[in-house]
């Protein structure tokens, strides 16, 4: 089975940073398209930033400038930079991979979140 598991939360001033790390594992072909995404009380799932399997990145343009997604392929790990953290970007976030565990078999995966807080 296929797990992706996040790390690298917890809380922190305005204007600090955090790195967040997720890892996938498991019967793995190939990993597409990564990314993160953030939900806070009370309102929807947004995504806050993707990356292509080629390296190609998009980004939600309240972190534009702050916040930088990369990925190491030989480590099945996507990785978020957030800088000059702001009480707004308080939220869950999860990170979501497009996998192909066969050659015909692809589906989205989500790890189970973890909190950032931003203290102001």
């Known amino acids: 089975q296929v797990r992706l598991v996040e790390s690298g939360g917890g809380l922190v001033q305005a204007g600090g940073s955090l790195r967040l790390s997720c890892a996938a594992s498991g019967r793995i072909f190939v990993i597409n398209d990564m990314g993160w995404y953030r939900q806070a009380p009370g309102k929807q799932r947004d995504m806050v930033a993707s990356?292509?399997?080629?390296?190609?990145?998009n980004l939600a343009d309240s972190v534009k400038g702050r916040f930088t997604i990369s990925r190491d392929n030989t480590k099945k790990t996507v990785y978020l930079q957030m800088n000059s953290l702001k009480p707004e970007d308080t939220a869950v976030y999860y990170c979501r991979a497009d996998i192909l565990t066969g050659l015909t078999t692809r589906d989205n995966y989500w790890g189970s979140g973890t909190q950032v807080t931003v203290s102001s």
């Open positions: 990356i292509s399997l080629d390296g190609t990145t």
